[in-house]
């Protein structure tokens, strides 16, 4: 039976996590080493980060490590092991972003010199280290198998909600490829820098960030790949988000490189998979859900967009893509069911004038099923005052009589 590039690279993650790092005696998935993992056909490509005073008989030795138990994964053809020094990798995206051709593990080669592990000067990415985000409650990432579900409609409107919900919350865009926080909340201009770090912007009460401050739309694709880990780590250590009770990241949709370097980044307090109730979109979900447990992130549950539309006239809730498929997958999975948003013209209107539904129209049933949303992710991450159960809760008419 063929693999496809998923399984592969859910292969090769596990084999990485099998591979203890002599230095640290930790998995080096545990030590933040994997850079990049990236599977095209049968070539593998590996971008390993270490220290820059790791002595290169040491790095070698865990290089070959890596090939060796990587080849016995099958449908593999060609390995590419890059090694790279943490500070070739932090200066990578300052320099001209061009893709970084990887050095070819070549088990003919004499280690004793002339190896050619590492192209420390053209890769770019981040430190290799995931460090917890200082002043901020939760990170959750708002993922999908595919495009066009409806993820970053969700990831924008789920922090509106927890906004609403009286937390404060800023929401990150790592998707590189395609940024569209700047559309959808109708933002646009530069990030200023105050004492070194980046400020982000504001809109709807939350705090924003996203490529598309920075990247001008006609900016080639290709000088977005090799950057993905870099722009990732820059964004979420660089920019000033002290002070928040939810950080939520808005994937780019798939199973690539900004998951793998979100995850090495950061610790993730938990991941929310966006699906509709169609077949195809299922099958990406599932993939999405095994790819954070491969991660070892917690998925806090499915949510179901475009679940249904509400007849105007009747208010009969009509199932276009189908009723209770995604139910069941979430039983399948063993994860939980999120909940689901309804389907209303009124939520794409709002994502393309800048003034998302959960903003622009507090009684929709699409912003209650938002509201709904929200509560549900804070009893599971709780944080801020309501992680003590502090939050002031209303009280009742007449909860004066009871004392
Ligand atoms: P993704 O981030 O998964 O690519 P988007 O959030 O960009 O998807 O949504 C794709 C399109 O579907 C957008 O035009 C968006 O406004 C629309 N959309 C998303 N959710 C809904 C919904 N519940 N009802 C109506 N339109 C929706």
Partial sequence: ???????????????????????????????????????????????IAFEDDRPKNERWDLEDKIHDVVQTIQGIADISIVGMTQTALREGPRQAPAPAPAAKHDHAHDHGHGHSHGNAQNAAGGTGQSKALEGVGKVIAVASGKGGVGKSTVAVNLALALHKNGYKVGLLDIDVYGPSLPTLLGVKGRPAVKDRRIVPLEAEGLRIMSLGFLMDDDTPVIWRGPIVSGIIRQFLHDVDWSGLDYLIIDLPPGTGDAQLSLAQSVPLDGAVVVTTPSELSLIDAARGLQMFKTLKVEVLGIVENMSYYLHPGSNEKVYIFGQGTVQREAKRLGTEYLGDIPLDPAVRLGGDTGKPIVAADAKSPVTEAFIKLAQRIAELQPTGAAAGDAKPKRRGLFSFLKG
Avoid at 5 to 26: C, E, M, S
Avoid at 31 to 46: R, W
């Fill in 1 to 47: 039976m063929t693999q496809t590039a998923y399984q592969t690279k859910a292969a090769i993650i596990d084999a990485l996590g099998g591979i203890t790092d002599p230095r640290k005696n930790t998995s080096l998935l545990d030590a933040h080493m994997v850079e990049e993992v990236s599977v095209d056909g049968g070539n593998v490509k590996i971008v």
